[in-house]
């Protein structure tokens, strides 16, 4: 069986996902939350992968794609009662469809108005929230998925549930996306990336394949949003600002923008920071002015300097091109 | 009728500053092909500069120029130290046109926090000695106030002495050649790195005085700036992105837009309405008012 079909693929991803849950049992709380943490994380960089590495555009609205997912979420679990796999898909399809409304808008701009037009986006969409009753204003919603199934296990703790949720929810995703990536699909927006007007004259529609590319990203940012409004049990304005849609982008950037594996890298990085600039806070007995933007510190020099020093991403061990 | 001019006034005095800010993007954009993100950040670190000035030497007025040279100063540190090697760097990558996006945003990032260790994160106050309250005129006040005349006196000074010098001197010159033809530029002598990073230098200077006008409005904090970055950017792309005269024509336009906005509709709006008419002149004429149509680029 070769390694790179689609049913070696998820062979692996089920193998992997046994270790990570087996381990889950073994870990405390913290761990499961930051295990979660990386997880949801993932999913949200390979959004921006699959954006910008594979389809050429950027957005710096990312975050609040993942508002729009996790506010959809909510609503739908809360007024219709569905189950929360099912209110997940939905928060996912939402995302997704304001993903190709934006698309279409996308796809006329280039670089810098793209850019813009998606942080324009990222300051106004969390602001939404206090002009609609029913979003919950600054406060926001509460969300709770309750407790795991009983049939799992007894004395299952809450976020080690989450972390499997979330877990799981990533392999599909990593699955699903790897397997696209190396269709026709994957190839259109390679095309479309590497040279846009060589891509039209071998008859490839661009503007559509950038706005399947951005719909399918916000999909995948909407499902993330809900996910990410599970761990935390709310989705407020807060939870959703800038600094999250630029977190992201930090986050691909350190996984190497055109390498989807490198995202579940990008998302453990991004986890360690406030781990790591905490116990520097701890050793140095720094105030609250240095805990609060130490962590920002660490992850914006990160940026800055894989940018500079390795355009294209750090160096991971690298397969060859399809 | 009262209101309508009223609510013009005001939307002339933050367009003023709309137009600084958009003046500063578009500057970068015409001389590196960067929309420089991290102009905010610039802004609100020399802000803070401007802001430690006054407490120096307990005067608002003095501690402008001290922004703006300290506005000047980082944004040509952040071209001569970050852009310009990245632009080398990313030569001929995948990354070539998003890399300098993203270094933007990493400094933005960067000052940011950088401000927060310094000054931590609650609001400060930095303060003018005029009033915020409107002038009155018979018996009904105004919203227009003495800080907003200052604001479109201050804007509208420093907007004509860039003007004076984009026109009138070798310097001006030499900054419209470089961004207009880098090539041909350099053939005829000009050092087009060094003029670069002057550019960035004025841009700096601009989007620093933005802030220092416009905090008095509001408070000082490490985020305070980020609405100013967008409606700068919805400013320029109204502009037309390339024009000078674009920005500033941008700058007042939203301005006065947004204020229609909050005394029609409310000021819940804010935030939202930055994007919509974003997309509406993206829609409509995403070339701008002064921009030139062009054939796509290959």
């Known amino acids: ?322 | 009728m009262t209101i309508f001019f009223n609510t013009l006034l005001v939307g002339f005095s933050s367009g003023a500053i709309y137009s600084l800010m958009s003046l500063a993007l578009v500057l970068v954009w015409r001389s590196t092909r960067v929309v420089n993100f991290a102009a905010a950040g610039q802004a609100i670190l020399s802000t803070y500069i401007g802001y430690e000035a006054m407490k120096v030497l307990h005067n608002y007025w003095l501690s402008i120029p001290v922004a703006l040279l300290a506005g000047a100063l980082i944004s040509a540190g952040v071209e001569a130290i970050v852009m310009r090697p990245l632009a080398k760097r990313s030569k001929g990558t995948p990354v070539e046109a998003i890399a300098p996006v993203i270094a933007t945003l990493g400094i933005l990032g960067l000052i940011r926090s950088g401000v927060g260790l310094i000054w931590g994160n609650s609001f400060l106050q930095y303060t003018s000695p005029l009033s915020s309250k409107g002038y009155t005129i018979g018996h009904t006040t105004i919203p227009f106030s003495p800080l907003n005349a200052a604001i479109v006196i201050g804007a509208s000074v420093v907007l004509a002495i860039f003007a004076m010098i984009f026109r009138f001197t070798r310097l001006g010159l030499s900054l419209r050649a470089a961004s207009f033809q880098p090539e041909i530029s350099r053939l005829s002598g000009i050092r087009v790195d060094l003029i670069r990073t002057i550019g960035w230098a004025f841009a700096g200077a601009a989007s620093a005085v933005a802030g220092a006008l416009v905090t008095p409005t509001t408070y000082l904090s490490p985020n305070s700036l980020d609405l100013l970055l967008v409606s700068g950017f919805v400013a320029a792309v109204i502009g037309g992105l390339e024009s000078l005269i674009g920005a500033v024509v941008g700058g007042l336009v939203l301005g006065i837009g947004f204020a229609f906005i909050l005394q029609y509709i409310g000021t819940s709006v804010t935030f939202s309405a930055a994007f919509i008419i974003l997309i509406i002149v993206l829609l409509l004429r995403p070339q701008g008012i002064f921009g030139v149509r062009r054939s796509r680029e290959a």
């Open chain 1, 1 to 322: 069986m070769k390694l790179k079909s689609p049913r070696a693929r998820f062979f692996i991803s089920i193998a992997i996902g046994a270790v990570l849950l087996f381990i889950s049992g073994r870990v405390d709380e913290l761990r499961s939350y930051q295990g979660a943490q990386v997880a949801i994380f993932a999913i949200a960089i390979s959004s921006i992968v699959l954006l910008t590495g594979f389809s050429g555009q950027i957005s710096l609205g990312h975050g609040a794609l993942m508002a729009v997912g996790g506010y959809s979420a909510v609503l739908v679990q809360s007024h219709l009662n569905l189950p929360y796999p099912i209110a997940f898909l939905i928060g996912g399809a939402v995302g997704g469809a304001a993903g190709f409304l934006l698309g279409i808008a996308a796809a006329r701009l280039q670089g810098p108005y793209l850019a813009g037009t998606t942080l324009a986006l990222a300051v106004g969409i969390p602001s939404l929230a206090n002009q609609f009753h029913i979003l919950g204003g600054e406060q926001g919603l509460t969300f709770d998925i309750g407790t795991a199934p009983s049939w799992i296990g007894k004395d299952f703790s809450q976020y080690r549930w989450f972390f499997w949720v979330s877990v799981i929810a990533a392999l599909l995703n990593y699955w699903l996306l790897r397997n696209l990536l190396s269709t026709r699909y994957g190839r259109r927006w390679r095309a479309v990336r590497a040279n846009p007007t060589a891509a039209a004259l071998a008859g490839i529609n661009v503007g559509k394949a950038k706005v399947l590319a951005f719909t399918l990203s916000s999909a995948v940012a909407g499902l993330a949003g809900s996910l990410y409004a599970m761990l935390l049990g709310l989705v407020a304005p807060l939870a959703f600002t800038l600094t999250l849609s630029f977190t992201l982008i930090t986050g691909a950037v350190l996984a190497g923008v055109s390498n989807l594996g490198g995202s579940i890298v990008g998302a453990v990085v991004l986890v360690a920071i406030p781990e790591i600039s905490g116990s520097i806070t701890s050793h140095l007995g720094g105030s609250e002015k240095v805990t609060s933007n130490l962590p920002g510190l660490i992850t914006s020099v990160l940026l800055v300097a894989t940018v500079l020093f390795a355009p294209n991403g750090p160096k991971w061990p690298r397969r060859k091109h399809q």
